[in-house]
């Protein structure tokens, strides 16, 4: 079945670093992949999303290609701040409009 | 208010008993989602729903029943609650497939 496997957690960061959490999936089909966050107490978000091959998608600083020759959507940003630690999850929506999250990321940003 | 919405917020209930879930949701999305939270295993689909009447299955559907009579409201029921059943419900709902999921603040259940 679809699936989605992202990076395990926590990451732990300082203020200003290099951020990757890296999500691979399995789908049949063309899925559209996303990125959501999860501040701590509350409901999911949505981040970012891409619908097709090759598709950037981009918000806050953070940035994800979809790649369908290597089934991934990594996460990136280009500095951190103290303010993006949440948890982080990955997420495809397969042909059926199901939508499938991966196990989340966990993400510490030290001042 | 506009939005999804979703009660209670929190629940402790025993053994055997049966619980309602509500969620509520104003946009007349025709998708509406149930996923549990749980340490380890991220979120997980329990039901979906394309449209009014129309519901599926997810990946953890055994022990829970939905409903969908009206496009707004989804509640989700555990027919005789047990303690694998203690977690984070959160209910989503979302215009198409490819659309943003907008999700409610979540319930948290404990059976006891």
């Known amino acids: 079945g679809n699936s989605v496997t992202q990076m395990e957690g926590p990451v732990t960061l300082s203020e200003e670093a290099f951020l990757t959490i890296n999500c691979t999936y399995t789908a049949t089909g063309y899925p559209s992949l996303f990125w959501y966050v999860q501040y701590p107490g509350e409901g999911l978000q949505l981040l970012l999303k891409a619908t097709k091959a090759d598709d950037k998608g981009s918000n806050k600083g953070f940035e994800a290609t979809y790649r369908k020759e290597t089934t991934s959507f990594h996460l990136e940003k280009g500095s951190v701040q103290v303010s993006d630690s949440a948890v982080y999850f990955c997420a495809l929506s397969d042909r059926d409009d199901k939508i499938i999250f991966g196990k989340g990321t966990r993400l510490h940003i030290l001042p | 208010d506009a939005g999804i919405t979703q009660s209670p917020r929190y629940k402790i209930t025993e053994t055997g008993r049966q619980v309602t879930l509500m969620c509520h949701q104003t946009?007349?999305?025709?998708?509406m989602f149930w996923y549990r939270q749980d340490l380890g295993h991220g979120l997980r689909l329990i039901y979906y729903s394309a449209a009014a009447d129309i519901t599926d299955k997810g990946e953890v559907s055994d022990g829970y029943v939905v409903s969908r009579s009206k496009t707004e409201n989804f509640p989700l029921t555990l027919e005789s609650a047990t303690r694998s059943q203690t977690s984070v419900y959160f209910c989503?709902?979302?215009?198409?497939?490819?659309?943003?999921?907008?999700f409610g603040q979540g319930t948290r259940l404990t059976v006891v």
């Open positions: 946009w007349s999305h025709s998708y």
């Open positions: 989503a709902s979302s215009g198409a497939g490819d659309t943003e999921a907008f």
